[in-house]
Structures are given as C-alpha cells and as structure tokens.
C-alpha cells in the first residue's frame, strides 16, 4: 500500500489493498489465470503471442474473453458449437446479442459471470474442459450447483459431451478444503461422496469428471503468505 500510494501519488482512501477483498478480488482472478496461462506456455513451448493467441483459438478457450466478445466467440467457433442444434444456437446467440430470449439452460454468458470458462473442446473425444478459480470461502453445494450449470450448458450445444471441469485452487491447504468438502458423506447416504450424490440427482453420473488442481499459486506468486480469504 506504501509504495502504490508513494508512486501514483494517491491517497490512502484511493489505494486498493489487500485488506478490501472486494476490490482486489479481480485483480486476483486474472493473475490467476495468467499463472494458468504461463503453465501452457511452458507446456506447449509457445514462445511468441501469436503462438499462443493461434493455441487458444485452436482449443476454443474463452478463459480471457470479455462478455461483449462472446457473440463472435460464438460466430468463431460455430463449426462445434451450432452442429448438432442450430436451432438451439441461433437462441443463444441472439441472447448474446441482447435480443430476448427464453432458455431452458444456463448460458455462456452466466458462466463467465460465476467465473466458469472453456479452456478447450475436443470434438474427436466428445468432451469439453472447464476451468473455474474459486476462493476458499466458496462452500460445495455452490460448487456442484455451478458444474452441474456449467454441463447442461455444453450438453445443449454438444450433445453426448462430458465435461471436465478443473477447479484451480492456491494452494495444497486450498484443495485439501475443497476435496474433504466435496468427497464428504452425503446426507441421507451411508458412504456416497457429496460430488457423486449431486451429479446422480441430476443424472449426470459418469458424464462429468471433476477435481481441484494446485498450480501453487500463493507459493510462486504471493511470497507464501496467506492473508485474505480471496
């Protein structure tokens, strides 16, 4: 806070810190998904911003799109995405373009809202990847409420689809919370995880493959130092 305020001559009421969660929050979400982003680089060996704006056309990644450029993200990938229902993709493009529409399910736009994304499609494996960056805070049945939205988005485009969906989490301690929380006993069952007990009341068993994946996020960006909730 000392040295944002010392170099942008501003004062402290106008200086976001860490100590406002609020304002923070999605200053933390994109560093996020840089680290991601990073992580690909050093996989895939790409070495120039064309290389790496070409891979994520080419696995139909929307992690860093703005919500006003989802309608050509649509448009873009129609090959996948209008196949099987045109129909049904013609009514979420026009949601996208703001022309009144009732949908039966979520939308793409209502996803990237709740901070779910595409990080790729395979259509030779019929599956769809999803990557989330949830905070610790953020409790199970919100969890499984939002991947059960975020299938039934995709299955309504790409039928026969399964889904994985990663939670990229900050640290080990992060996934350990989130794993007990999701494999606990459900109620009402003797030994079901609450992630199984979920997806079986949606139907859903065997569709949608999920877990938490630690990149170390707080250890190689944050000094180790666990201080906000975020």
């Not at 013609?90 to 809202?113: N, V, Y």
């Not at 199984?196 to 068993?205: F, M, N, P, T, V």
Request: aromatic residues 10%; charged residues 25%.
């Amino acid at each position: 806070k000392f040295a944002l305020r010392f170099f942008s001559g501003k004062t402290s009421q106008e200086t976001a810190t860490p100590q406002r969660p609020r304002t923070m929050a999605p200053y933390v979400l994109q560093a996020r998904k840089v680290d991601w982003l990073l992580a690909i680089m050093r996989t895939m060996n790409l070495t120039s911003l064309q290389a790496v704006e070409s891979h994520l056309k080419a696995q139909a990644c929307s992690l860093f799109l703005r919500l006003p450029q989802l309608p050509d993200y649509y448009r873009d990938h129609a090959g996948i995405l209008a196949a099987k229902d045109p129909e049904n993709y013609r009514q979420q493009l026009a949601r996208l373009d703001k022309a009144p529409q009732a949908l039966p399910c979520p939308t793409l736009e209502q996803l990237h809202r709740r901070g779910i994304y595409i990080i790729r499609i395979d259509p030779q494996k019929r599956e769809i990847w999803l990557a989330s960056f949830p905070g610790r805070d953020i409790k199970a049945d919100r969890i499984m409420d939002w991947t059960i939205d975020a299938h039934q988005w995709a299955v309504s485009l790409l039928p026969y689809y399964h889904s994985r969906h990663c939670y990229y989490v900050l640290d080990e301690n992060h996934k350990a919370a989130l794993l007990a929380a999701l494999t606990a006993t459900a109620p009402d069952t003797k030994a079901t995880p609450y992630w199984d007990y979920r997806l079986q009341g949606a139907k859903l068993s065997g569709a949608v493959k999920l877990g938490p994946v630690n990149r170390d996020f707080i250890k190689n960006w944050c000094g180790n130092i666990h201080r906000t909730n975020i």
